[in-house]
């Protein structure tokens, strides 16, 4: 692929190391970063992760190929807001938010009759860094990016997302943004609720200084999703509240019968479910290598 | 402090470590190293973890100076009854159990009249790695050492423990077999309890493929303790039954009231409960370094 005008709104992780991957691979001329922040503008050009900056998302966006919103999704409906009226009819707008029905529905509101451009999108490469300094090479390879296209949709817009994320070596998947969530309130959105719950209830216990000052790398791994943004947790919980409530109920009932099951003393109940899940980890830690 | 001679029962990675230490610090004359394989025993040898090896703790711990029980609790009842007929008035008895309740009562069981020589112990470096090829110089390193001694311990056997964990480079804190449990249903056997019946609750799910296919960091680091070992675990969940089922009690009530915030799309409520979480998470992190 080769595009003239890339612009980045949102110069952080997500989206600068993207640039950066275009950038070395000849695949854009120019990229335009657009933020709120100047000092990270900065950041950003000096590192020669974008090439112009502006703090003006209307502005960048003229005669753009393709516009990235990189941002928190609580900041989409704003930004979607402002850039409708700049943009060009073939300019193609994708996204990197951790939830896909709510992107989806701010593209229908706000852009209505551009959505045969509009190609929702989940790069997976979260991490706790942020801002332009985190950007770097090589951060997609090998990670998967779910494309989650409108049934408008076009298939060139959809053929040059594609191409876009290809050239950064991800993995790329396809499936409705229903789907999406609901595999992400499973595998992500649900450990981080499980994570912010069980830290919080062990620092209410009466021994909790005791029991932190004991805490060890098992508690170390399992909590440290726990550190992640409350505002970012709070507003992906939100947007995917019906997924989450069902694995949530789902995860109760789990704990439910497992609770049964020590009060009977039944450990062959237990271990079944221990083994299982044993299973299924080491399966997984495999297929993954 | 100086030994003669140290019984290792279960030549792995924390009587083998331990070995080590005190070997290269000059501490011990001679390690006799107990198990039930001979492979595991001869591999032993070739690494110098331990001088001597025998399958029969009842012949290795005649005049020993301490016996360290460091096979999973599951096995000490039957160890303990061997070797009460053989010990010297003198031998210390110590053990590396995650639960110390029920250690504690097998010692009352087995031992009632040694006691005075008992000291129940738990060093805190789990890890996935078994067998005498897991030892490695330097394990316990900063790392914490729980005792807890009985009332009837004789000051001289406790003192002995305690030096011999510091040469470790140990950090050694002492409380009653009860507190300990409650300490370590919190922060360890809960969670991996939670994180057993997410992965199971995961891979039971319609779309459980899919999920795992797109699990990423998040999901392994917090259901990483879920590929433990399942009847390691059912051992200690039985065995620190009271303490877990009221900590699973606790957790479930927090989870619950998660839930009704969710219900209630209350964004204040979830990011107050995240926030807590994060702060605690991050000051744990920060005092540990």
Same mark, same amino acid.
């Given at each position: ?26 695949a854009?001329?120019?990229v ?6 100047w000092?990270?503008l ?6 020669g ?5 502006t703090?003006?998302a ?5 005669d ?5 919103l ?5 900041q ?6 402002q850039?409708a009226?700049?943009l060009?009819?073939?300019?193609i707008?994708?996204?990197a938010?951790?939830t896909k ?6 593209m ?12 929702p999108a ?7 860094l942020s801002g ?6 090589g951060?997609?390879? $090998? @990670?998967?990016?779910v /494309? ?6 076009? !298939?060139?817009?959809l053929?040059?997302? *594609? #191409? ?7 993995h ?16 992500s959105h649900?450990?981080?609720l499980?994570?912010f ?5 062990v620092?209410?216990?009466?021994n909790?200084?005791r ?21 970012m947790?709070?507003d992906i919980?939100l947007? $995917? @509240?019906?997924a989450? /409530?069902a694995d949530?109920?789902?995860?109760? !009932? ?5 609770? *049964? #099951? ?17 299973h299924v ?5 495999h297929?993954?290598?």
């Amino acid at each position: 692929m080769q595009m003239k005008k890339l612009v980045v709104i949102g110069v952080g992780l997500i989206g600068g190391s993207l640039a950066l991957d275009l950038k070395r691979a000849g695949a854009v001329t120019q990229v335009v970063g657009v933020g709120r922040s100047w000092d990270n503008l900065e950041r950003a050009l000096q590192l020669g992760v974008i090439d112009h900056a502006t703090q003006s998302a209307a502005e960048a966006v003229v005669d753009a190929d393709i516009v990235l919103l990189a941002t928190p999704v609580g900041q989409m409906a704003a930004i979607l807001q402002q850039i409708a009226p700049h943009l060009a009819p073939h300019t193609i707008i994708t996204d990197a938010g951790s939830t896909k029905s709510d992107v989806c529905a701010l593209m229908q509101q706000y852009l209505p009759h551009h959505l045969a451009r509009c190609v929702p999108a989940h790069p997976i490469a979260g991490s706790d860094l942020s801002g332009a300094s985190a950007a770097r090479y090589g951060l997609y390879q $090998n @990670r998967n990016v779910v /494309l989650a296209p409108f049934a408008e949709t076009d !298939a060139s817009a959809l053929a040059e997302i *594609h #191409a876009m994320w290809q050239i950064t070596g991800a993995h790329l998947l396809q499936m409705t943004a229903s789907e999406h969530d609901a595999v992400f309130a499973a595998v992500s959105h649900l450990p981080h609720l499980l994570a912010f719950a069980y830290v919080d209830m062990v620092a209410q216990k009466d021994n909790a200084e005791r029991c932190l000052a004991l805490a060890a790398s098992g508690f170390r791994d399992f909590t440290r999703i726990a550190g992640s943004h409350p505002e970012m947790w709070r507003d992906i919980s939100l947007a $995917n @509240r019906d997924a989450l /409530l069902a694995d949530l109920h789902r995860y109760q !009932a789990a704990l439910t019968s497992l609770t *049964h #099951a020590l009060e009977n003393c039944d450990g062959a109940a237990l271990v079944a479910q221990f083994e299982r899940a044993r299973h299924v980890r080491t399966q997984w830690e495999h297929q993954r290598r």
